[in-house]
Every structure is written in structure tokens, then in C-alpha cells.
């Protein structure tokens, strides 16, 4: 069903919306919903325009290339287009990154949160009372911030207590609370998502799932860390894209919603399903010497503080906004697989360029 295919069109200003799951929430908006947008993005490694085919022929669609720690900036921009509703997703999002550098984390993910809400705040202000009662800041955040499940059988629900692990979970936190904090302070519209693990189209290379990918097809080993039995909720990207655009048009203002895939599996699962697709669908390419791609998998030195289990409560969502996900595990793997293989074009110029396909943990046991 067309994400708000009901619902009045809004203008909505996107930070990030050339990265992975931006792009994919920008690509749903122009294909199945009357809204308009500005898609602002500074345009790091990780954002990528050709993520955004045929974007700029849509007369809804405005791309600015910004910093979001750029108040000013930003402040210029919300007065010129006059948004319904900011989503921010604009982030540092790779754990691996955050532990060789962290400076960037804070600098983006808090300072620049900061920024941004302190230019909403000032555009919110001066809006008509009409139009202040429909704005929304929509806080795009991760289930990471939660830390480390315990057991087998509990969940990440909206209440449970915040226990980051990383610099990069800890950075997404500490956003949270300036969005909480600026809603109960000055009366901010916001809403905020944690979301389980993304995948899909379009994801950048060093992520684990097209990281895997990528090295099989090119013959390398296939990293996994430690023993590979951490567990993961995994969330086909463009479920996750839908669910936004849900909670950014249609939350309560004040709450939170978690967006989960319900598709737990250890790391090593996720590998070996990558392995027996690539078996199925890449055979031609598999190196000789080898039978199968599962021959590749190396497993390496664990990385710091790594959490061992993640899953998502997503029944809120569910019961509230009637959101459910539409793919499976098996489903969208197929199809992330599929997609990757049809479209080398976009990853090769990503690997082309300075980025190197690599990831922390290169030690092997």
C-alpha cells in the first residue's frame, strides 16, 4: 500500500536524504505520496546522489548541499521552504568509524542536532498558529542506544533505559535527549524512531550485509567478528522508509516508536545466507579453487565493546499507526542480493573512489 497515500501533501525538508536510509525514504515519498522535498545534504562519503535516480526530474524534489551544523544555513533554508516537517537522519552512522574517531560523531550527531533544533526552534516560532500545530521534527534514531540484551527472550521497548556501548551509540543518545529535551523545555513538536539494523538497496559498502557481498564477489575473505553469534534484528530498508514517513506525518508528538524488522538472527547466519544466495545466483563468479563462497569466511579478532544481542519491541507502531513490515528475511535478502548484482554500476564507482572496501577486526583468531 502507498506510504500516506491518504494524507494532505506536506512539505517535508530531509537532512541526509542522499545517504541509505534518506535516500530510500526520499525515493518512497516522490514515488507513492503527493508531499514535496528539500533533501539537504552535506554530501560525506556515505551520501550519494545516484542513490536518488530520476529525483531531479520530479518537480517536488529540491536537493541543498549543507552541513547541518551550519545554523545559519539551516535556518535560511527552513525560511525558504517553509517545511510542514524536518525528518533528520543526517548522521555519523558506522560503529567501526566511531572507534578509530569519534570527533566526528560528536561534531555531527550531537552538535549538529543541536544546530538544527535550535534553527527549528526559530522557524517554529515565528510560523502562524496553523501552521505551528502541524510542524513536526522527526528525530531519526537507532536501537543501538539501548546497549546489550541480556537474554534471549527480552525486548527493546520504548521505555527501556538508554545503555549506549559505543562512541557512535553513545553520540545518537546524547541527540535524543536534546530532541526530548527540547520538546519538554520549549515545546518543540518532535517525534523520535529508534530503528533495528537496516539493509536493502543502496547500502554503502562497509556495512556488513553489501561488505560481504562485495568481498565474495571479488574472491576475499568475508570478515566475521569474534565468533559471529552476536544477534541482530534486521529491517528491509524500504519497511523502514514506509515506517518513517508514518510516524513523521501521522505521531503522536512527545513519543517515541521503535521500528523493527522481526527477523533475529546471529551474524553468522546473515553471512551464511549471503553465501548460499551468492551459490545460487553468482556461481559463474565464484573463485575456482573454492566450492562454495561459505569456504571464504574468516573469522577476526571481535571489535570493542561490541554488543552481543539487539531486537525490537515493534508493536507500538504496529497498534498505533497500523505500520507492519512487509518483507522477511528471506524475502529481502533475496532481493538486496539480486539488486546488487544487477546494479554494479553504483557500488563500482563507490569502490573507484577514495573509499577503500575495508572494516576494523582485520585480525584473524
Sequence with gaps: MPAN??????????????????????????ASTAHQVLNVDKLTYAGNLNSLPGATE?????????????????SLLLQEFQPDIVMHLAAESHVDRSIDGPNEFIQTNIVGTYNLLEACRG?????????????????????????????????????????PS???????????????????????????????????????????????????????????????????????VEDHARALIEVATRGEVGQTYNIGGHNEKRNIEVVETLCALLDELASAERPAQITSYRELITFVKD??????????????????????????????????????????????DVLNGNYKLNRLGNTEH
Design 166 to 236: 559505543s562512541p557512535y551509540s553513545a553520540s545518537k543518545a546524547a541527540s535524543d535527549h536534546l530532541v526530548r529535551a527540547w520538546q519538554r523545555t520549549f515545546g518543540l513538536p518532535t517525534v523520535i524512531t529508534n530503528c533495528s539494523n537496516n539493509y536493502g538497496p543502496y547500502h554503502f559498502p562497509e556495512k556488513l550485509i553489501p561488505h560481504i557481498i562485495l568481498n565474495a564477489l571479488q574472491g576475499k575473505s568475508l570478515p566475521v567478528y569474534g565468533d559471529g553469534a552476536q544477534v541482530r534484528d534486521w529491517l528491509y
Design 303 to 348: 571489535r570493542p565493546g561490541h554488543d552481543r544481542r539487539y531486537a525490537i519491541d515493534a508493536s507500538k507502531i504496529q497498534r498505533e499507526l497500523g505500520w507492519v513490515p512487509q518483507e522477511t528475511f528471506e524475502s529481502g535478502i533475496r532481493k538486496t542480493v539480486e539488486w546488487y548484482l544487477l546494479n554494479r554500476r553504483w557500488w563500482q
Design 123 to 163: 522557524y517554529w516560532q515565528g510560523l502562524s498558529q496553523e501552521h505551528q500545530a502541524r510542524f513536526r521534527f522527526h528525530h531519526v534514531s537507532t536501537d543501538e542506544v539501548y546497549g546489550d540484551l541480556e537474554g534471549d527472550e527480552d525486548l527493546f521497548r520504548e521505555t527501556t533505559a538508554y545503555a
Design 5 to 30: 497515500s491518504n494524507s494532505p501533501a506536506r512539505k517535508l525538508l530531509i537532512t541526509g536524504g542522499a545517504g541509505f536510509i534518506g535516500s530510500a525514504v526520499v525515493r518512497t515519498l516522490l
Design 58 to 74: 520530479s518537480p517536488r524534489y529540491r536537493f541543498a548541499q549543507q552541513d547541518i551544523t551550519d545554523q545559519a544555513a539551516m
